[in-house]
Structures are given as C-alpha cells and as structure tokens.
C-alpha cells in the first residue's frame, strides 16, 4: 500500500496590491501580515498612484527582509505620471533581481512620456533577468513611429520575449528588424487589420533568420532562430 500525502498551500500566488495613502486593501489577507504566506506569492500586481511619492518608505539592507522576495511576475499599472519614487518603493517590497516576467499597463501622455520613459529605463536595469515584457501601452494615434522607437530603445539584451500592440505591419517589420535578440514576439493588433500567415512569414526572409508564426484572434505570435546557429 502506498500513502499519498497532499498539503494546500496557506496562501494563493497571486496579490494584488493598491497604493493609497488613506486606504489599503489587498486580497488573501488576514489580520496580520504572515512573512511565510508573503512567500508563496510569485505572482504581484500594483497600482502605481501618486501615493508612491508620500508614503513613508525605510531602506531594506537586504532582499531578504523583502515583502514579497519571490515574485517572479510583476504586473505595473500607471495610467498618469510615472510616480518619482517608484524605483525605491519597488526595491524595498521586491526583490527586483528575481523578476523574470514584467508587465506595464501605463499611459504616455504627451507631458509625461519623458519621465514615464526615464523611470522604466531605470526599473528595466534594476531587472537583470528579466526575460519577458508585455507592453499594454497607450499613445495617441499621430505617434507610433515615435512609440516604436522609443520602444526599441528601452528593450535590453537580456529580454527574450516582447508582447506588444501594433497598429500595422510596418511596425511588425520595424521591431524585428532592430531586435535581433528576441527569440519571440507576439503582436496584438486591431481587428481591421488582416494579416496573410504564409505571405507576411515570406517577407521576412531578408532578416536572415528562421521564422515561424501562430496567428491567433487579433495576435501574431512569432518564434524566431538565427540561422548561424543552426548545424546541419
């Protein structure tokens, strides 16, 4: 006979967090913060407000003594100016070194992209194995040839897979060319736009480089190998 025992864990891996400074609430919590239950959390949303500026905020000496030490999958929602204290609230909570997987839900409004765009530079750094980024951004229409490249200019070597959203093909073609390390990219486009699988796969030849595609409702997920590196 075998015995086959099964423990739950004491809390779920998903948290999600909202910045107020008049008000805190946050899901799978009890009365008092358990360090042990902050450690099963792999999974981390956060609201950046403006709050992030006010609140009190003490230097943590090591990852250690981190709120959430384990998470692996942070998720950033911003909708207005990128907080100026983000950086140093983000590294006395987390242990930044871990995130292997960032999300950004963020605004580039016209007055703020500079600093949004400085502040995710310096948060990206701080990432060093950071391997996929999924960018739900929003810019006004008569700007996405600056959104592609300032977008280009933010993704560093270490990133490996980039989802983003797209307004046609050109901007397809323009990230693929510049981004040479990315092993994968999905694309999310609108509805309007039609893509032909095999014809737009056949454009890309001229990369120099092996890929293959999935095309999904309004997305395009393209794996992507250097042919210098294949044996035969």
């Known amino acids: 006979r075998k015995i086959m025992l099964y423990t739950l864990p004491i809390c779920k891996t998903y948290f999600l967090y909202h910045i107020d400074s008049k008000k805190l609430s946050i899901t799978n919590f009890t009365t008092r913060i358990n360090q042990n239950d902050m450690n099963n959390v792999q999974q981390l949303e ?11 905020i003490e230097k943590i000496e090591s990852s250690n003594h981190c709120l959430f030490r384990n998470v692996i999958n942070l998720t950033l929602v ?15 909570i987390l242990n930044l070194s871990n995130i292997i ?27 060093v194995n950071l391997r996929s980024l999924l960018l739900y951004d929003y810019w006004a229409p008569d700007n996405f040839m600056t959104r592609m490249e300032t977008i280009c200019s933010m993704i560093l ?6 989802q983003i959203r797209v307004k046609n093909i050109d901007d397809i073609k323009y990230i693929l060319e510049r981004l040479q390390h990315l092993t994968s990219v999905t694309f999310e486009y609108a509805q ?16 120099n480089r092996y890929p293959s595609s999935w095309n999904s409702q309004h997305a395009l997920h393209i794996w992507l190998r250097n042919k210098k590196k294949i044996i035969r």
Do not use: C, G, M
């Not at 956060?46 to 009190?56: A, G, H, M, R, S």
């Open 46 to 56: 956060l609201q950046l407000t403006k709050d992030v500026n006010i609140l009190p």
């Open 78 to 92: 911003n909708n207005d100016e990128w907080p100026r204290n983000s950086l140093n609230f983000l590294s006395n």
């Open 101 to 127: 997987k960032l999300s950004l839900s963020i605004s580039f409004h016209p007055d703020h992209t500079l600093n949004t765009v400085s502040n995710i530079n310096k948060l990206l750094k701080q990432t």
């Open 157 to 162: 070597p270490n990133i490996k897979h980039l």
């Open 192 to 207: 309007i736009l039609t893509v032909d699988r095999q014809e737009f796969i056949e454009s890309l030849a001229y990369l």
